[in-house]
Structure formats: C-alpha cells, structure tokens
C-alpha cells in the first residue's frame, strides 16, 4: 500500500446522522476518502441493516453499538453482525471475561458456518466523554489511566482483537499491549476545535504519534461545508505523522 492507503485505512468517519437518506448523501459526499465507516447506535437504530450495506459499498464497516449484555445475548448479536458481514465491532469491557469470550467464540463460529471474514472486535475501556468524576460516580474508584489498563489486560487475557481507547491513554495502551490489540481511538479533534463532550481529546497527529491504529471523528467532518475535504485533511495530517513517527 502507499503512504496515503495506508492513512486512510487509519481514519474511520462517524455516520452519526438521523437515518438512512442522510447516511446516504453523507457517503456520497465523503466520495469514498476514508477507509472505513462507522455505524453507530442512532443510524442502526433508525435503519437497521440497509445502513450496513449503504456503507459497505464504498468502505468498511465498522459497527459501533457497544454490546454490553449477558454473554448469550452478546454471542447472538454479535452472530448476527457477522451474517451482515462488518469488519469491526464494539463492546463493552467491563461486560466481563465471560461475555468477551463468548462474542469471540461466536464470531469464529458464524465466520467458519457463514463463510464471512470475522469481525474484529474492539472492547471499549472507558468512554471519552468520562472525567474523573464521571467514574467515581458509577462506582469505579480507580484513576482513568488506571481502569483501561485494568481493562486491557481483561481484553489481552480474552483473546479480543483490540480496544477503544482516549488519545491520552493510546501511549499506555500501546506499552501494555505492544502489538497485541489494535487501539482505536475516538475524540478526534482537528486544531482549534471545541472538544465539545469529549473529556479527552487530541488531534489526529497527537493520537498516531501516541500509537493509535484507527482514529474515529464525527461532528468535525460532518459539520464541515466540505466533508472530503474535511477528510483529505485528516488523511494528510494522519500520513505527516506517521512519516515523522520513530520505527
């Protein structure tokens, strides 16, 4: 692949719109620049499957609706996201071991029976919208950098494929794990832009030189007068810094 396959194929574009028309228009709009595309809660919810597929023409899909269930009900959805044919999914960590073994087992399994690619699964350690005070408040007492390292190991010992993680813990995530888990990264933010309610933020150079694999934005792009330009700037910066990036 050259430089800037590469970059792309690090940048995945939130499809955080209301439904499928809109999903639709954005798509066309991105004109086929990022390397994936995420469907997230609100537009599966609104759409369903159709919202996979619209993706699925132009990029991969990354299916972003962070499973966190009893293990049976995990391994059925994330059975049927296989069927659907995405190429990533999110769930929760702190579901525990058992339920991340058994979204993994069934992968393998609906991959092996259906004749699908398996699905990477990604375990999210701790939300970027969290503060300090935000996990206090649901009863985690542990410092943030604390609980996705916590979480890592969880996600290591269970054999998932990687983990959503803040830019200000890629750089700790990446030392735990080495090569072992890919880091995916939202809260992107571009130079001078509100975090708005991202608690821990970076830009997309800050996150690559910190060790992040695949960065995730949103409202940057989709608030943009010109979304693929808005695009080709985040490939750009994502390509500067993994040339000025130590081997």
Do not use: C, Y
């Amino acid at each position: 692949m050259s430089r800037i396959e590469v970059a792309r194929e690090q940048l995945a574009i939130a499809l955080d719109v209301p439904d499928l028309p809109a999903a639709e228009s954005l798509i066309h709009a991105l004109g086929g620049a990022p390397g994936w595309l995420k469907v997230g809660a609100e537009l599966f919810t609104a759409a369903g499957p159709p919202a996979l597929e619209a993706a699925g023409r132009r990029a991969r899909v990354f299916l972003d609706t962070k499973l966190h269930d009893i293990p049976n009900t995990v391994a059925r959805t994330v059975a049927a996201a296989t069927r659907h044919g995405v190429s990533m999914l999110t769930l929760h960590a702190a579901g525990g071991g058992a339920m991340l073994r058994a979204a993994r087992e069934a992968a393998e399994t609906e991959a092996e029976a259906s004749g699908r690619a398996r699905p990477e699964l990604v375990a999210v350690t701790v939300l970027t919208s969290f503060s300090p005070a935000d996990l206090k408040e649901v009863g985690v007492v542990a410092a943030i950098e604390d609980q996705v390292a916590r979480l890592v190991d969880l996600a290591m010992a269970t054999g998932i494929d990687g983990v959503v993680a803040s830019p200000r813990e890629a750089a700790m995530v990446r030392r735990r794990a080495g090569r072992a888990l890919r880091i995916v990264t939202p809260g992107i933010r571009p130079r001078g832009w509100p975090a708005d309610d991202q608690n821990r933020a970076a830009s997309a150079a800050a996150a690559i030189a910190a060790g992040s694999d695949l960065l995730v934005v949103g409202r940057p792009v989709l608030s943009a007068p010109d979304p693929a330009a808005a695009v080709r700037s985040l490939i750009a910066e994502i390509e500067e810094a993994r040339g000025s990036a130590p081997d």
